[in-house]
């Protein structure tokens, strides 16, 4: 009984005293959780012992395709924040690999008309010949991005940078153009060049500084004197105030002599390509280049190699290509074409040259023009289209050899010729997420979502215009399918190649 009550009597003195002060230990341990926990709630992806550090994650993101990097988004919002973050995206446009070769990015065009024939819509539609598909997937082929309405009527491809595709017109779009990233849904943002220009204003083209980050505009303002090439730059690059348009080369006319930009009909005769900082256009009348460094703002000429000619009767079907990164043309001297591709201290270099035969009729020879090119890493594929559409589009095959040069010279049937207004070839294109929203500002980003729920009740319609688009480019994307097929067989099975296309065109 003694000892129960010393028990009992202990207990109480215990219950009784003030508790004791955790250990430094103790304390330590403590404050390690709680700042733990902190960390999880804070960053909003749940941790675990042994995960990767962001910088980790950040180095191998950045070299994956955009497509899988827009379906990462969804993992959480830590990875969404961090994919989507300009930082990323500045990393992702230098280390993101390039598209599988052999490919061909293109964009279809197409007029939707109403029942009366009357066009009311315009149809843009994005795509890249590459690899197939594997035939085990059951699962139907996405369909590609598309723009769909009627304020895309009268625009047309002008250039890509950085995965951003530029579209733009004359005419009421003369000051307007569209920024659009394939890759990224519901990414179009129009443009607005400020009033007070002169009449004449044209959009030329679309680049990005490395040096200075900054994107701008290339702009040809016109007047009864002179023609001006102007130079508007994109998003906050000015500060605070509004972005102000800057001339960068000013071109006289003296008495008797036409505008430096136009020919006598008035059209506009340029055709523009970026490249790594530079924005290449092709002046056709003058035969000349026009090289624009985006960071210095400055303009270098130069001439057309050897003794080519471009015909003010093709102006419109003439145009800037690129080959290994490199821009390339095509010149002709009534006896041969020769496709020149320029070196990166703006030196003209031979890559083939096609000679006139017996197989054409007396000027038929005249009317082909070189519309792509590819390098095939031993043979060169080019495409010919046949100016007037009243004759037969041709294929070519160039292998060149020590002692000459091996041609493979078809005819391609008549389903696989769309005209020549229904795709642009995008080329210098990559894949990025590159936003146009992000290039313009964020102010203006903000302001396209207050209108978007105006027009949802148009997604119907603008469903059954993407359906007619689809139907109506269908020529266009399986010339472009074919073509792929042939490079994707070349240079080591040239043999195999002709013998297909002579069984089969």
């Not at 902190?38 to 992806?45: F, K």
């Not at 995206?89 to 024939?117: D, Q, V």
């Not at 004359?170 to 519901?186: D, K, M, S, T």
């Not at 027009?455 to 472009?480: D, I, P, R, V, Y």
């Amino acid at each position: 009984m003694a000892k129960k009550k010393e028990r009992k009597d202990y207990e109480i003195e215990a219950a009784a005293a003030p508790p004791r002060k955790p250990s430094s230990v103790t304390m330590k341990r403590r404050k390690r959780r709680r700042n733990s926990k902190r960390t999880r709630r804070t960053s909003g992806a749940v941790v675990a012992p042994g995960i990767i550090c962001d910088d980790i994650i950040r180095s191998i993101f950045a070299r994956l395709p955009a497509r899988t990097l827009v379906a990462s988004t969804t993992l959480s919002k830590h990875h969404r924040s961090m994919i989507l973050s300009p930082e990323f995206r500045n990393l992702h446009c230098r280390l993101g690999p390039p598209l599988p070769a052999p490919h061909i990015a293109y964009i279809a065009r197409a007029k939707i008309k109403s029942g009366h024939s009357k066009v009311v819509s315009a149809f843009h539609s994005f795509n890249v010949a590459a690899a197939r598909r594997p035939i085990s997937c059951d699962a139907a082929p996405a369909p590609p991005p598309s723009l769909t309405g009627p304020k895309y009527l009268g625009r047309k491809y002008i250039n890509t940078c950085n995965g951003v595709v530029l579209l733009a017109g004359g005419g009421e779009h003369r000051r307007r153009c569209v920024l659009w990233n394939p890759c990224i849904a519901n990414s179009d943002k129009e443009v607005v060049v400020p009033a007070g220009c002169k009449r004449g204003d044209r959009v030329l083209g679309f680049g990005y500084g490395n040096r200075t980050q900054a994107y701008k505009l290339l702009l040809l303002s016109r007047t009864r004197d002179e023609d001006d090439l102007l130079v508007y730059p994109l998003g906050d690059t000015a500060g605070a105030e509004q972005p102000q348009l800057r001339t960068v080369f000013s071109a006289g006319k003296h008495q008797g002599e036409e505008n430096f930009f136009y020919n006598p009909s008035r059209k506009p005769v340029i055709n523009s390509l970026y490249i790594d900082g530079i924005i290449y256009l092709l002046h056709v009348p003058k035969e000349l280049i026009l090289a624009f460094d985006v960071d210095n703002e400055t303009v270098t000429t130069i001439s057309l190699p050897g003794k080519g000619h471009i015909s003010n009767e093709y102006i419109e079907k003439a145009r800037l290509m690129e080959m290994s990164g490199r821009p390339c043309i095509e010149t002709y001297d009534w006896k041969r074409r020769t496709l020149w591709v320029l070196s990166v201290d703006y030196q003209w270099e031979p890559k083939c040259v096609i000679k006139s035969d017996k197989t054409y009729n007396n000027g038929d020879f005249d009317n082909y023009s070189i519309t792509g090119a590819w390098d095939c890493g031993g043979g060169v594929l080019l495409l010919h289209v046949y100016h007037d559409f009243g004759g037969p589009n041709q294929l070519y095959i160039l292998h060149p050899s020590t002692k000459k040069t091996k041609v493979i010279r078809t005819t391609l049937p008549c389903n696989l010729m769309p005209e020549l207004s229904e795709y642009a070839f995008c080329w210098g294109y990559k894949p990025t997420l590159v936003s146009p929203g992000s290039i313009i500002g964020e102010h203006s980003q903000e302001e396209g979502h207050t209108t978007t729920d105006i027009f949802e009740s148009l997604n119907l319609l603008n469903e059954q215009e993407k359906k007619k688009g689809h139907e109506a480019t269908l020529t266009t994307m399986c010339l472009m399918e074919f073509l792929v097929d042939i490079m994707r067989r070349l240079p080591e099975n040239m043999q195999e190649v002709a013998k297909m296309l002579r069984k089969c065109l």
